[in-house]
């Protein structure tokens, strides 16, 4: 065994007869041995404690994660007032961006490569969180999209049920 | 009785145990995560960015807030200390940079190759050290080497092996040896003056 191998074998903590033959020849390596487990000794300080208002900031935003996973598009599904709330939102949005669209010639600002170009600011892990988070809520979009044609296809429905024949969702057309 | 039996579970359950239960909505095992890394990082971090405690403070919480968003992400083929530390090390390099666009150190401080402040290298120790003094003489040694070997150091202590050091300093194994090697010489050169009283080291 050289020296090259044996302080490859110290540093890495690893043990064997050969090395420690080699200590017992080697005036070098053994006083790199002997520095290194008295320098590891010395700088093995007591862990600090961790102010309390980091654990709790820490636990609760944990929580809130947990929260936020458990919840998903299904909850949203589940709940009638929730739907149509949703629907609500996306006609609007759409409404806004239709409404952008025409008074901007078809340049409505999409903020994504703004914001994406302010991001490369950033880190390489702030813009795919970012990318992710962007396509996460293209897919929520999607499925409200979805709920809300369904929601206007019972709406249609309960209209012609329970209304007079006259009022019927042919004398008034699309919502 | 059978909350500390659960307690005593929770303490003892392997990382990905307690993972996969904190992803399936069990906040008290995500506690005994928290619990059992925080003060490592904690420490690390303040070792990192030494004489800064707002900023350690600040890099921790973001470090566990970013785990937290990509725990469903980790997967069992690494420590997840050193899973932990990567996130870690990112950030502190965001804060560093940061740091130095924000003129509060300038560029040329800054090395272009691990974008981690340089260091200016200040008196070293000499002499005979009790050892009531060695602990201290060894944090100050520790906090003048150069960030990526002080890294390398403070990562070894915590048990983390070259492999993951070598894959969050994004160099190969053999460089986060060398860089070892390198940081042992410099601690036992700030420290050539010192040798074993009486009551000794041993």
Known sequence: ?175 | MGNETEQKHMKEAPDMVLIEAYLNGDQTAFAALYERYKRQLYAYLGRMIPQDPASVDDVFQQTWMRAIRRLPDYRNRELFLAWLMRIAHNLAVDFFRSGARRGEQSLSDVDPETDMPLTKEGDTPSGRLDRRELGEAIDRAVRELPPELREVFLLRQDGVSFREIAEIQHCSINTSLARMRYALNKLRASLSGWSDTEEGMQ
């Open chain 1, 1 to 175: 065994m050289n020296c090259k191998e044996a302080s490859d074998m110290i540093l890495k903590g690893e043990r064997s007869d050969i090395l420690e033959q080699h200590l017992g020849q080697c005036p070098e390596c053994r006083s790199l041995n002997e520095d290194l487990r008295r320098i590891s000794a010395a700088a093995d300080t007591p862990l600090p404690e961790v102010p309390e208002k980091l654990d709790r900031a820490i636990l609760a935003c944990a929580a809130e994660q947990s929260a936020r996973r458990s919840m998903g598009p299904t909850l949203l599904f589940r709940m009638p007032v929730l739907r149509a709330v949703a629907a609500v939102a996306v006609l609007a949005a759409c409404a806004v961006l239709t409404f952008s669209v025409m008074t901007n010639g078809g340049s409505a600002a999409v903020p994504r490569p703004l914001a994406v170009a302010e991001m490369a600011h950033g880190s390489e892990e702030d813009v795919l969180d970012f990318l992710t988070n962007s396509a996460e809520l293209d897919a929520d979009l999607l499925a409200l999209s979805v709920e809300l044609d369904q929601t206007e296809s019972d709406l249609q429905l309960m209209a012609s049920v329970s209304a007079p024949s006259w009022y019927s969702a042919a004398a008034y057309g699309d919502f």
